[in-house]
Every structure is written in structure tokens, then in C-alpha cells.
């Protein structure tokens, strides 16, 4: 039971931590080699990895996806070790709109138009995105910004998944007195009255059966 236990809560907490490095910003330094938009047949194993389409538009089965091609130079750990060499990556460019993930992207034409532009030149950018780049399901993850940098040896500090795993950490402390707290006041006093009184109804049973036994002994 206790193997089950350690199982379940293993898995649990390993589909929170996929959840989160799908979900979170990542950032990227690459150079964008060119731009396309592509016709798309979605399927219900890769529906689910894309975002809707334009704000304000329909969401067929098989709509328009833009894409940005890019040369990402290729890191380790987690991106914290960068390595001299490069790979393709390739991004779509979709709007999140007001639901989900909450990045609040509205402008997916227009960030298309700036990727065609940087496209001419090159320069280093860092695209911040979320998702994940599958060539079985053919997903892609989706870029939310472009950033020109100096070059790339720039050093990128995630803000905002420093900030939320902070407050993600602090949040758990709290629930946790909190639970810690309520079990005090509340469970505590009713398991030790319960325990009290099971005390109490054995101790009479003991009494009872005490004194029957003394009764058969008289007879």
C-alpha cells in the first residue's frame, strides 16, 4: 500500500511539473532564417497543443498556421549551458486570446511581419514561447515575443518563473500551516474526544465482563 501510495504521488506530481514546462515562458536565442504559413489538418492527438485561431476568427479543422523557422543555438541543462553549436527549431505564431494559456496574445500578424523582417538580416533574437516541439504530433511551440539581442552570449534571467515559483512556494507554505492549523482546532479535539470516549466505552466493557465472570464463579 504504501509502494501504491509513493506511485500515485509520484505520478501526480510529475504531470503538475509537464503542466508547468509547457505552460511557463522559455526563451530561446536563435536567428530567424525565414517565415511560412502552412495549411493544417488538426487531429485529435495534436488538437489540443494548439492555440485558436486569430482573435476574432473561426477555429476550423483545417485552417491557415504561421510558422517561423529559426537557427536556435543549442544548449543543455535546461538551457542554463550553451553548447557551440546550432539546430532547427521551428515556431508557430497563433493568438492565446483571453483564455488559455493566459499570455494575453493578440497580435500574431503583426509578430509575423517582424519575424519576416529579421528574417533580411542577422541579428540574434530571443523568442519567448511556451510549449513543447513534438515531429511525431507535429506540435510546435507557440512565440509569444521577439527581442533583438547583441548576440548570443546574452544571458536571459526567466523573471517571471523566478516570481511564480516564489510565490507557487510561499502559497504551499501557507496552505500548509493552514492545514496544519485547522487539523489543530478542528480534527485534533474530535479524534481525541473519539479516542476518549472509545477509552471509556472498553473500559466499561471490561467492568461488565469483569463482573460477569465474577457472577459464574459464585455459581
Do not use: C
Not at 509520484?10 to 522559455?26: D, E, G, R, T
Not at 529579421?118 to 540574434?124: I, K, N, P, S
Not at 511564480?164 to 478542528?186: D, G, N, V, Y
Amino acid at each position: 500500500m504504501v509502494r501504491v501510495k509513493f506511485v500515485f504521488r509520484l505520478l501526480i506530481l510529475s504531470f503538475f511539473a509537464l503542466f508547468l514546462h509547457y505552460v511557463l515562458p522559455q526563451h530561446d536565442i536563435v536567428k530567424v532564417t525565414s517565415t511560412e504559413v502552412i495549411r493544417t489538418d488538426f487531429s485529435s492527438l495534436n488538437r489540443i497543443f494548439f492555440a485558436r485561431g486569430d482573435s476574432g476568427a473561426a477555429t476550423p479543422d483545417t485552417r491557415d498556421l504561421r510558422l517561423i523557422n529559426t537557427q536556435k543555438q543549442s544548449t543543455f541543462l535546461l538551457g542554463f549551458i550553451r553548447r557551440d553549436t546550432s539546430r532547427v527549431m521551428v515556431y508557430r505564431n497563433e493568438d492565446t486570446g483571453w483564455i488559455w494559456p493566459p499570455y494575453f496574445k493578440f497580435n500574431s500578424a503583426d509578430l509575423q511581419a517582424v519575424a519576416a523582417n529579421l528574417a533580411r538580416g542577422d541579428e540574434w533574437v530571443v523568442v519567448t514561447h511556451y510549449g513543447w516541439r513534438n515531429r511525431w504530433l507535429s506540435i510546435y511551440p507557440n512565440a509569444v515575443r521577439l527581442r533583438v539581442v547583441e548576440g548570443p552570449d546574452v544571458r536571459i534571467i526567466p523573471w517571471f518563473n523566478i516570481g511564480f515559483f516564489t510565490f507557487l512556494l510561499i502559497a504551499l507554505l501557507f496552505l500548509r500551516a493552514m492545514w496544519r492549523q485547522l487539523w489543530e482546532r478542528a480534527v485534533d479535539p474530535v479524534l481525541d474526544a473519539a479516542s476518549h470516549r472509545a477509552d471509556e466505552a472498553q473500559a466499561g466493557l471490561a467492568e461488565r465482563r469483569s463482573r460477569l465472570v465474577r457472577w459464574f464463579r459464585r455459581k
